[in-house]
């Protein structure tokens, strides 16, 4: 009787585990995704994403994605990467040194993710809370041996893919060194530059904001829902029978970890937070787009530590004012979500997002 009953159990869990299986959306999903967005909270570790479940009321939007994997983030030239590295992995898919846009190691220009895309006819877009032109937004749309050529880098965004964009750092424009008025030059490529807020020009059909000549405000000087207007603004701009490539970036976290500043971190980290849940909402009432989110490094060895003995309160605390080399989380929904799991190399996620496209 008892072997019976064992033997019955097992071919219970078999037949679940099966079943299972046959659910699983790696062997079920090979539906391709019409559009892709692709977060970046710069400076997003664990324990900031931790953060968002502890000091933000309401339940996380990270919680809601059903794939999790884990990236290393090292640079070519150094263990632990920049923003700009990281950045030029995700759009390029190579390894190159800290401070490198969009080039090699041999400062080379890489073709980069947007520029691939948009060859397939899918519309292109770049929000952040920093300047466009800082080291994550300009991978995407640039190609300067140094990041801090902030000018050069300004240059190449009005003949560039883009289709939309949205963020700071007016005076790379039009108050330049060399006199050149960039103004203009968006002009004669079609598109409309607002310098003054975020609103809709229905007849633009490339659309630019630029809202600060250097930064834009941090949420705690009251930046505002800048980043889910903006956001959602470009999904409605962007959405087309072609599908669409957005890459939105929290720039800010990253700048509360060099502070060693945890209000200011935590602030950017919820704001990124909310965000989010409005681009996955969108993708899953859409069903055809896959969202990405992850991050570039961690910065500031943020932890979320016990006061003292109590481990029931919660210390935000750092141990440096700099990056750190800590693997960072990538969270997944939708067509092609199956490829992120894992842990491998940042960047595997410019190579997966290609396969995921059948490229
Ligand atoms: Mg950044
Ligand atoms: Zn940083």
Same mark, same amino acid.
């Given at each position: 009787?008892?072997?019976?009953?064992?033997?019955?159990?097992?071919?219970?869990?078999?037949?679940?585990?099966?079943?299972?299986?046959?659910?699983?959306?790696?062997?079920?999903?090979?539906?391709?995704?019409?559009?892709?967005?692709?977060?970046?909270?710069?400076?997003?570790? &664990?324990?900031?994403?931790?953060?968002?479940?502890?000091?933000?009321?309401?339940?996380?939007?990270?919680?809601?994605?059903? $794939?999790?994997?884990?990236?290393?983030?090292?640079?070519?030239?150094?263990?632990?990467?920049?923003?700009?590295?990281?950045?030029?992995?995700?759009?390029?898919?190579? !390894?190159?040194?800290?401070?490198?846009?969009?080039?090699?190691?041999?400062?080379?220009?890489?073709?980069?993710?947007?520029?691939? $895309?948009?060859?397939?006819?899918?519309?292109?877009?770049?929000?952040?809370?920093?300047?466009?032109?800082?080291?994550?937004?300009?991978?995407?749309?640039?190609?300067?041996?140094?990041?801090?050529?902030?000018?050069?880098?300004?240059?190449?965004?009005?003949?560039?893919? $883009?289709?939309?964009?949205?963020?700071?750092?007016?005076?790379?424009?039009?108050?330049? !060194?060399?006199?050149?008025?960039?103004?203009?030059?968006?002009?004669?490529?079609?598109?409309?530059?607002?310098?003054?807020?975020?609103?809709?020009?229905?007849?633009?059909?490339?659309?630019?904001? &630029?809202?600060?000549?250097?930064?834009?405000?941090?949420?705690?000087?009251?930046?505002?829902?800048?980043?889910?207007?903006?956001?959602?603004?470009?999904?409605?701009?962007?959405?087309?029978?072609?599908?669409?490539?957005?890459?939105?970036?929290?720039?800010? $976290?990253?700048?509360?970890?060099?502070?060693?500043?945890?209000?200011?971190?935590?602030?950017?980290?919820?704001?990124?937070?909310?965000?989010?849940?409005?681009?996955?909402?969108?993708?899953?009432?859409?069903?055809?787009?896959?969202?990405?989110?992850?991050?570039?490094?961690?910065?500031?060895?943020?932890?979320?530590?016990?006061?003292?003995?109590?481990?029931?309160?919660?210390?935000?605390?750092?141990?440096? !004012?700099?990056?750190?080399?800590?693997?960072?989380?990538?969270?997944?929904?939708?067509?092609?979500?199956?490829?992120?799991?894992?842990?491998?190399?940042?960047?595997?996620?410019?190579?997966?997002?290609? !396969?995921?496209?059948?490229?």
């Amino acid at each position: 009787m008892k072997v019976i009953y064992l033997f019955l159990s097992v071919m219970f869990i078999i037949s679940c585990a099966e079943k299972e299986r046959t659910s699983d959306p790696i062997s079920s999903a090979h539906k391709k995704p019409k559009n892709i967005i692709l977060v970046e909270g710069d400076g997003t570790g &664990l324990s900031q994403v931790s953060a968002a479940q502890f000091f933000k009321e309401g339940p996380s939007n990270y919680d809601r994605f059903p $794939v999790v994997g884990l990236i290393k983030t090292s640079a070519s030239s150094d263990l632990i990467t920049d923003s700009a590295a990281s950045a030029t992995a995700f759009a390029t898919g190579i !390894k190159t040194y800290n401070g490198a846009i969009g080039v090699n190691p041999d400062t080379i220009h890489m073709p980069n993710i947007l520029e691939i $895309v948009s060859k397939k006819g899918l519309r292109t877009g770049i929000i952040v809370t920093s300047t466009i032109t800082h080291a994550t937004p300009a991978c995407f749309y640039a190609h300067v041996k140094n990041r801090n050529h902030h000018e050069e880098i300004a240059r190449f965004l009005p003949t560039s893919e $883009v289709d939309f964009f949205a963020g700071a750092g007016l005076q790379y424009f039009n108050k330049r !060194k060399d006199g050149i008025n960039l103004l203009t030059t968006f002009q004669e490529n079609g598109f409309m530059i607002d310098t003054t807020s975020l609103k809709e020009h229905i007849d633009a059909q490339k659309l630019g904001f &630029l809202l600060a000549p250097e930064s834009m405000p941090s949420m705690l000087e009251g930046r505002g829902s800048f980043l889910q207007d903006a956001s959602k603004m470009a999904l409605k701009r962007l959405s087309n029978n072609e599908g669409f490539l957005l890459m939105v970036e929290g720039s800010q $976290v990253d700048w509360g970890g060099h502070d060693n500043d945890a209000d200011y971190l935590i602030a950017e980290l919820i704001d990124l937070d909310n965000t989010i849940g409005a681009l996955l909402d969108f993708a899953i009432a859409d069903g055809e787009t896959l969202v990405i989110i992850t991050a570039d490094h961690e910065t500031g060895g943020f932890t979320l530590a016990a006061k003292d003995g109590d481990y029931n309160t919660i210390v935000p605390s750092f141990s440096t !004012k700099n990056h750190s080399a800590t693997m960072v989380p990538v969270f997944a929904y939708g067509p092609g979500s199956e490829y992120f799991g894992g842990v491998y190399e940042n960047t595997e996620i410019f190579h997966k997002i290609l !396969k995921t496209i059948g490229e």
